[in-house]
């Protein structure tokens, strides 16, 4: 293999000189904070995986030649569910609607007749702010992601319904060619930043025995239901949003 990685995080690498002569050297890393078990199980038990080398800086440092960069892995989605997953069943019928913002995650928890049982707001306001690391930034949205699930799962909820990734990215394409952008940041903080969210909810809910539902999210946000729910419920309008998101997976 070109790239044979470790339960320790390090990796042999083959390299290969202009001459086309070739070596192996050992790279030096860490797996991120909460992978490490998933990794020597991966190792131990010679899962396939997909190895890559993100090279991010190099160049020459007191006379010697230094690399910096990250080693990736990628396993099969089955295998990560079952070595991951914490709950096979969940403790209720509930449903958990998921509202997705730049700076928050908004829980408003239904039952089946579509009455609100309880809300719940993740925040993560430095996420999304200038000059933040990246890699740091979606490090704290997985966080919040696993407590948002963990609080729904105690919570008695059964299903995730969120707004279809999809659908959002056509809504807001549409709404910035209509000229309706609202500063250099909105592409990307409200696309592909909430979209990549959403993904990761999704990823990560049947780790807690919950199912997802996607609902299309055209009047989630702007309608008049949307303004009588947050004056009959006193909510703000990123958790009235999540609640309406829940009763629309009702009537599907």
Do not use: C
Not at 19 to 42: C, F, H, M, T, Y
């Amino acid at each position: 293999n070109v790239i044979r990685v470790y339960d320790d995080g390090s990796a042999s690498v083959t390299v290969y000189d202009y001459d086309g002569s070739k070596d192996r050297i050992l790279v030096k890393a860490k797996p991120n904070r909460g992978q490490a078990e998933l990794l020597e199980i991966v190792v131990e038990s010679r899962e396939k995986y997909m190895p890559k080398l993100v090279i991010r800086d190099y160049g020459i440092r007191e006379s010697k030649p230094y690399v910096r960069g990250e080693i990736h892995v990628s396993i099969s989605y089955d295998f990560y569910l079952r070595h991951m997953k914490k709950y096979n069943e969940p403790k209720g019928d509930l449903i958990g609607g998921v509202d997705v913002n730049t700076d928050r995650i908004n829980l408003a928890i239904v039952d089946r007749n579509g009455k609100l049982r309880d809300v719940k707001t993740f925040w993560f306001p430095e996420v999304t702010a200038r000059g933040h690391p990246r890699k740091k930034a979606w490090s704290i949205v997985g966080m919040k992601v696993h407590e948002l699930l963990k609080y729904a799962y105690r919570h008695g909820v059964s299903t995730i319904a969120l707004e279809n990734p999809e659908v959002i990215g056509r809504l807001k394409l549409a709404w910035i060619r209509n000229g309706k952008r609202l500063h250099r940041d909105y592409n990307w903080k409200v696309t592909i930043f909430r979209n990549r969210v959403i993904k990761v909810v999704v990823m990560k809910a049947p780790i807690y025995g919950m199912k997802v539902k996607y609902v299309n999210p055209k009047g989630s946000t702007h309608s008049k239901e949307h303004d009588e729910i947050m004056r009959r419920y006193g909510l703000d309008k990123h958790t009235a949003s999540a609640y309406i998101i829940a009763l629309k997976s009702i009537e599907k």
